[in-house]
């Protein structure tokens, strides 16, 4: 291995490191928490090398959007490609996004919340948050209706459970009610 193959994978290994102790920190302790300093002192290198990566918070929260759409796009095709019908991937989609939302906060904030200096909606939109949006796609669009495209129906069964998702969080939704309220986005929004 040449030394520059060698420099590489250390370089990549510092950022993947950066990333997730930044996602711990703000999942253990919130974003407010996750700062230059603390992450140099977690994971023991100077804040110049933390720069040297990322220019600042706002990169590091999206790469860690980054990194959660891909997580969320593997989850919600796994748990959709394991249903059985058009209704079951419908539910499986949505229960996985809800819980992923529960499971992840901090990174939900900053996939959904955040600035992370990210594109959304343009051709400029990363390849993870394009694939994301694609799991969504490949189960709802199949249940759009008649006349209705695809995309701009996904996009408001994804408001719907962002909604949900941020509600429920934030204690204005009572979380023991997720179930009614997926089987009735369910029937209603997707009509399946």
Known sequence: MSVQARKERER???????VATARELAE?????????????????????????????KREIIGAVA????????????AATSAADGPRARVTALA????????RNPAVYDAMFE???GLAFASE???????????????SLGEVAGDGVHPALFTEVFWAALHGLATLTRAGRLPPEDTEPRVELLVDRLAMV
């Open 28 to 56: 253990q302790q919130g974003w407010d928490a996750v700062t230059t300093r603390r992450l140099a002192e977690r994971i023991e290198y100077s804040q110049p090398v933390l720069y040297s990566h990322f220019r600042g």
């Open 66 to 77: 980054l990194d959660g759409a891909a997580e969320m796009a593997a989850a919600l095709r």
């Open 114 to 116: 955040l600035d992370g």
């Open 95 to 102: 229960r996985t996004y809800l819980d992923f939302a529960a």
């Open 12 to 18: 990549a290994a510092r950022e993947r490191l950066i």
């Open 124 to 138: 400029d939109t990363p390849q993870p948050l394009k694939d994301a949006f694609a799991a969504l796609l490949e």
